[in-house]
């Protein structure tokens, strides 16, 4: 049996023995919108729960629009002109504008991915920063939320009249989904609050995962902190797995953003009725998997699919390597996965452990394995014993020892698809 799995720019072919039981899971959306720039101005036109953005943008001066960075696939090129088109009709310039990278704790996109995030026209005629969330003094203190967190936002952001977020909605592992809220922090927060809301306090709460809305912590705090930054207007959107614009939900931040989330569980989730033995899934391709970081949220979403002490392969091509100097330095030193949870659960939070958090809570439950050939061995801590250097090792490897007839689930999109098991 053979399977295109997404992998860099250009797939790559798994091969599977005769001797198990597959299900190919894939990314079911609905189907892409038959005049989805008809739709996108309709949408900003009557938009759900609040003004049509014209009218929130009328005696306004300036508006601060935040666009995902290079890592997610939002089609900002076609979301952008006609939401840039009534700003500007509404009275608010050119030069009114800024269009705020919402990197988190990324690295700022180059020049050459400016112009894919936002397309060449607006690139060279709008201002297009990227935010620096280790920049402190370039963000402004909204105090502290009910929890606790300390709020620091972008003051490029906070500065303007209008605050507005682009995005898509997509299951997110910690925070249920993504879009609406996750443009304002942690895309634009500074780390003093990016830790926080990343610490154990947050990533141990088992709601706070993929999928996963009510009763989120997470979520409730993500949505008090874009209160507290004005955030006045959302355009999200749905995707299929061609990236084309399956569904439209503009407005109000909380309202648009819940009708984007109940559309996207309607026509996505996908069930299996018993959980695999295994899991073969993938980072999802280009841009998701440049960097193993971004990688263990394939991982992260195959929980949900396999039983509790089953195995999961990830295949990512990790074509930038790890990720941070921070997240690398921890990765490296990693012993085990039990005395990493305990060293951190009270200690200072530091960048990009969290990540690594989500990733020893599923280590703990599962069996882990690596096709990741952009990182070496050495750079996985103790979980290089289980990375190999070809992909057919690697399949052997996960399917070692299970017995004839065991169920494989194969995700050749990984984390583009919602799937969860009854049992």
């Not at 709008?126 to 935010?131: F, G, I, K, P």
């Not at 980072?283 to 992260?300: C, E, N, R, S, W």
């Given at each position: 049996m053979k399977t295109r799995f997404s992998f860099g720019k250009t797939g790559l072919d798994v091969s599977m023995p005769d001797s198990f039981e597959y299900q190919v899971l894939r990314s079911h959306t609905a189907t892409a919108l038959n005049d989805g720039a008809a739709e996108l101005e309709r949408a900003l036109d009557h938009p759900i729960g609040c003004e049509p953005l014209a009218a929130l943008a009328a005696g306004k001066k300036t508006a601060a629009i935040s666009v995902c960075d290079i890592t997610r696939p939002a089609p900002n090129p076609l979301t952008l002109p006609p939401l840039l088109r009534r700003l500007h009709e509404a009275g608010i310039p050119v030069e009114g504008i800024t269009i705020l990278i919402a990197t988190g704790l990324h690295r700022g996109a180059t020049a050459d991915e400016i112009d894919r995030i936002v397309g060449p026209e607006i690139a060279a005629n709008?201002?297009?920063?990227?935010?620096d969330a280790r920049a402190l003094a370039g963000h402004r203190s909204l105090g502290a939320s009910g929890r606790g967190t300390p709020v620091y936002i972008d003051e490029r952001f906070m500065a303007a009249d209008l605050h507005i977020t682009l995005g898509f909605v997509e299951q997110h592992l910690m925070l249920g989904f993504s879009g609406g809220r996750k443009l304002i922090a942690p895309g634009l927060a500074a780390q003093e609050t990016i830790k926080v809301i990343h610490s154990p306090k947050f990533m141990r709460e088992p709601l706070a995962t993929e999928g996963s809305i009510a009763g989120n912590p997470l979520h409730a705090e993500l949505l008090e902190i874009a209160r507290m930054a004005r955030h006045d207007f959302i355009l999200d959107v749905t995707l299929t797995l061609d990236r084309e614009i399956s569904g439209v939900f503009a407005g109000d931040p909380e309202k648009a953003h819940a009708e984007g989330v109940a559309f996207l569980e309607r026509t996505?989730?996908?069930?299996?009725?018993?959980?695999?033995?295994?899991?073969?899934?993938?980072?999802?391709?280009?841009?998701?998997?440049?960097?193993?970081?971004?990688?263990?949220?394939?991982?992260?979403?195959?929980?949900?699919i396999v039983k509790p002490g089953g195995r999961i392969l990830i295949i990512a091509q990790c074509a930038e390597g790890v990720g941070s100097a921070e997240f690398a330095r921890r990765l490296a030193g990693l012993r085990d996965f039990e005395s990493f949870l305990e060293e951190i659960r009270e200690s200072a939070v530091e960048v990009d452990q969290w990540q690594l958090e989500k990733l020893a809570m599923v280590g703990e439950r599962f069996e882990l394995f690596f096709f990741t050939p952009g990182v070496s061995r050495g750079q996985l801590g103790f979980?290089?014993?289980?990375?190999?250097?070809?992909?057919?090792?690697?399949?052997?490897?996960?399917?070692?020892?299970?017995?004839?007839?065991?169920?494989?689930?194969?995700?050749?999109?990984?984390p583009y698809t919602f799937a969860k098991a009854a049992s």
């Open positions: 709008y201002r297009v920063v990227n935010h996505s989730l996908e069930r299996l009725e018993v959980a695999a033995d295994a899991a073969i899934t993938s980072a999802g391709g280009y841009p998701l998997d440049l960097t193993f970081y971004q990688a263990v949220k394939g991982i992260t979403a195959a929980q949900h979980l290089g014993a289980w990375a190999y250097s070809t992909l057919e090792e690697a399949v052997a490897a996960t399917l070692d020892g299970l017995p004839a007839g065991a169920r494989v689930a194969l995700v050749p999109e990984g």
